[in-house]
């Protein structure tokens, strides 16, 4: 009968042992990572937390499991009917490919523009934006800090007293009057639209769906503009929501 030498015996445990300790290594420097990217983008009003990290990973997990079916860029499941303040022949075709979008599901952001891309003073515009039609409208509007980001960017907001104001803020928990905000990491904005507007945004390919089911269909995700001319179309889109939850055109 051989005898197996205790060393040989003991290689492939501890070969094992080797492969976990790298596999688990590996992992955790990826959550690390992946966390920290999380919160660098803005968390989506979630606690900049572990357990706000895990809460979304699981959303994400949730529409990975999907495989693509629910398209974000489709406009099919939002309704053409109800008030409108875009007319589809007066926004224009958004020119080339949409942006690429972050992998996790929220925050909502797309992958930042490659630097030289975006035209002189496009993201100071942007990021003064909000600021900019609080000024224009005090009697419409107030600029607080976004609840539906946690605070982490400002917004404006319909006066709660506007004898105008759409039903659906009165009642919302969720966006309550909020009405736009814009993502100061990568120049994306949120709009809160009629269905009918988000449709045109969808449509022509400045923007997608949230991804959420129980957010107001809406509630539209607006790609960060490249040109002077994008921001006017932008502008635009924001005075759609304006007149929205205001029920004031602007």
């Known amino acids: 009968m051989a ?5 040989f015996t003991s290689r492939p445990a501890n070969t094992a042992i080797t492969s976990t300790a790298v596999a688990l290594t590996f992992s955790l420097a990826w959550f690390l990572s992946d966390f920290y990217a999380w919160k660098s983008f803005g968390t989506g009003g979630t606690p900049p937390t572990w357990a706000g990290y895990w809460r979304m990973t699981k959303i994400r997990i949730n529409r990975m499991l999907l495989f693509g079916k629910d398209d974000l860029t489709d406009p099919s499941p939002l309704s053409s009917s109800g008030p409108k303040y875009l ?19 929220m925050p909502q952001r797309q992958v930042p523009y490659k630097k030289g891309t975006v035209d002189a003073g496009v993201e100071a515009r942007v990021k003064a934006m909000m600021a900019t039609f609080a000024a224009q409208y005090p009697d419409l509007l107030d600029l607080r800090p976004s609840k539906t980001e946690g605070g982490s960017t400002d917004a404006i907001y319909a006066k709660p007293s ?9 009642n919302d928990k ?30 022509k ?20 503009p490249r040109t002077m001319a994008e921001v006017d179309v932008v502008e635009h889109i924001v005075q759609a929501g304006i007149a929205n939850i205001t029920g004031v055109e602007v």
């Open 3 to 7: 005898i197996i030498p205790s060393a």
């Open 87 to 105: 007319e589809a022949e007066t926004i224009p075709a958004r020119q080339g490919p949409r942006p690429s979008i972050m992998a996790r599901t």
């Open 162 to 170: 506007l004898p105008t104001l759409n039903a659906k803020a009165k």
């Open 174 to 203: 969720i966006l309550t009057t909020e009405i736009a905000h814009a993502h100061p990491a990568e120049g994306s904005l949120h709009v809160w639209l009629g269905q009918a507007d988000a449709k045109i945004v969808v449509e």
């Open 205 to 224: 390919g400045w923007g997608m769906r949230f991804p959420l089911v129980f957010v107001d269909k809406g509630w539209t995700m607006v790609y960060a």
